[in-house]
């Protein structure tokens, strides 16, 4: 997948993965790394789906309704691109942690939802519930900082309880930050998960 990796200059602290929202590229959330672990490695992807010409990280049919067929597969194939690109570039597979704006955070909820071992941790600004109706893995260990806000038209605060609540069960520490605004990621969100980042990995 198209990305950017830059060595960090501490090698034992998480690598964050970032990944971007709808319309967005590999280098948007730069930024976000380094506000929030300016010493880590980072793995920047850019999604491999297109969606009248803008990146995404899987299909969907209507804003909110996701291609589920799409999203397992593309999901798929991020976890295997994140196993190679640990031995292209050398970092720690087992120490990654996720940074995910809007469909970003989506795929990286569908790797909570899928697998055990994806990440150590994750930071989803306006996530959605991924998909429904499937067993979650045992993600006891695995903290995730859930950003989101009261007016976000597109994740309602109804669906950021539903994913709290989806993730806690299968055994994930959740704190849920909320801000006034709509689906924007505001700097106040972003400073609250550098916060959560220093307390909880
Ligand atoms: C999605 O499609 O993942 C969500 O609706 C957010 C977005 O608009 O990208």
New binding site residues.
């Given amino acids: 997948m198209k990305h950017i990796f830059q060595k960090g200059t501490d090698i034992t602290a998480p690598v964050l993965v970032l990944f971007h929202?709808?319309g967005g590229t590999e280098r948007d959330l730069l930024p976000l790394a380094q506000a929030i672990s300016p010493t880590s490695s980072v793995l920047s992807v850019r999604g491999n789906v297109l969606e009248n010409g803008m990146p995404?990280f899987f299909r969907?049919l209507a804003?909110?309704i996701?291609d589920e067929e799409d999203l397992i597969f593309r999901t798929k194939e991020l976890y295997d691109f994140l196993d190679q690109a640990a031995v292209e570039h050398g970092f720690d597979r087992q120490n990654l942690v996720a940074i995910g704006y809007?469909?970003g955070a989506?795929i990286a909820g569908s790797l909570l939802f899928h697998y055990q071992d994806a990440l150590r941790g994750a930071i989803l600004h306006h996530p959605?519930v991924p998909l429904r109706g499937i067993q979650l893995p045992d993600l006891s260990g695995i903290p995730v900082f859930i950003g989101a806000g009261r007016n976000d038209p597109?994740c309602s605060p109804q669906e950021t309880e539903e994913l709290q609540k989806l993730l806690s069960e299968a055994g994930s520490t959740v704190a849920v930050h909320w801000e006034q605004a709509g689906h924007q990621l505001t700097r106040s969100e972003v400073e609250a998960a550098g916060t959560w980042f220093k307390t909880n990995l």
């Fill in positions: 929202g709808t995404r969907r804003e909110g996701f809007s469909n989506n959605m597109i």
